[in-house]
């Protein structure tokens, strides 16, 4: 890293088109793969859609089942936006030897988690946001997008790593 020349803060712009292929094109990727993946995890939903396809739905129960999978959605998505966060704060280096120093970047994803909880556990914000209550295998399931993004994350970089020891990466 350190033998790699800094970046010119005004001759090279800080977003470039790697960011956006970076962001949309592969971490935009893998957080839609998991949402989809999630939604789908609620008991039934996948029959719900066979039969009535995306609605409008007659039965209650179905309306909550969908609206269950609308909430794991969202909920699978916040926990994909803070691993895509905790995944960025390093180019190349593994987080095991950088850890989470940033005490601000740690409480902003403190304060995503609990608006997100907030978001599924408080009536007040179902209806706005077209949500509903979950139950906690559904909120416990997307850690595993969480976990399963930085991973896929550590072996990218780990990757690189090597490449650039080789000599074959910038």
């Given at each position: 890293l350190m033998a790699r020349t800094p970046r010119h803060p005004k001759l090279v712009k800080l977003a470039d088109w790697g960011v956006g292929v970076y962001s949309y094109c592969y971490i935009g990727i893998l957080q839609a793969f998991f949402c989809w993946v999630m939604f789908f995890q609620v008991p039934g939903l996948i029959d719900i859609w066979h039969q009535q396809g995306t609605g409008p739905y007659s039965d209650a129960k179905d309306k909550v089942t969908v609206l269950q999978g609308k909430t794991v959605y969202y909920w699978t998505l916040v926990l994909g936006q803070i691993a895509a966060a905790v995944s960025a704060t390093t180019e190349r280096q593994s987080l095991m030897t950088y850890c989470l120093p940033n005490k601000m970047l740690n409480l902003a994803f403190f304060f995503e988690l609990a608006l997100g909880v907030v978001s599924i556990y408080c009536a007040f914000m179902h209806k706005p946001f077209d949500m509903t209550v979950l139950p906690m295998d559904l909120v416990l399931k997307p850690f595993i997008a969480l976990v399963a993004i930085v991973v896929i994350e550590e072996i990218r970089k780990a990757i690189f790593?090597?490449?650039?020891?080789?000599?074959?990466?910038?």
């Open positions: 790593r090597s490449l650039e020891e080789q000599g074959k990466c910038g």
